[in-house]
């Protein structure tokens, strides 16, 4: 299998996705989704993207760019997305997006999305090659 290939292939197997229920006790006083719950929630499928990837220790290094687009009202799944956009050679970018799903329709809406940058490192704690 050619090299390119293989990557392409790693990309498409490592693609996250997770649903969260939105519950009040994850809510603000306006009743919806705390932006640091959220973060947490995309830091999460960030790590376990990356992770799928290269099958190696990873740390979040930055969140590039975060646009809240929509509040997340409680009472409404937040389906997360995780997918590699971005391949170095010690680090990967991993774009997370947030989308609003209703309930009881199939109204879906994106409300949050990021770029993290996780690198990969070995048992010293030092980067390492991502391949």
């Given amino acids: ?13 490592s693609e996250t996705k997770m649903i ?4 009040p006790d994850t809510t603000n006083h306006y ?11 995309m830091d999460e499928v ?8 290269c099958r190696k220790k990873m740390v979040t290094v930055s969140l590039d760019k975060t646009d809240f687009q929509k509040p997340i009202p409680a009472g409404t799944f937040a389906d997360i997305h995780g997918s590699v ?19 009881y329709t199939n109204q879906r809406d994106l409300a949050v999305s990021g770029i993290f940058s ?7 704690g030092k980067p390492t090659s991502i391949l």
């Fill in 20 to 23: 969260k229920c939105v519950f």
């Fill in 46 to 53: 960030a790590f376990i993207t990356a992770t799928r990837f």
């Fill in 85 to 103: 956009i971005h391949i170095g050679n010690k680090s990967l970018k991993i774009q997370v997006q947030i989308f609003i799903e209703q309930m």
């Fill in 31 to 41: 009743n919806t989704l705390f932006g640091g719950t959220a973060l947490n929630w």
């Fill in 118 to 124: 996780m690198v990969a490192i070995n048992d010293a």
């Fill in 1 to 13: 299998m050619s090299q390119e290939k293989n990557i392409q292939e790693l990309m498409k197997n």
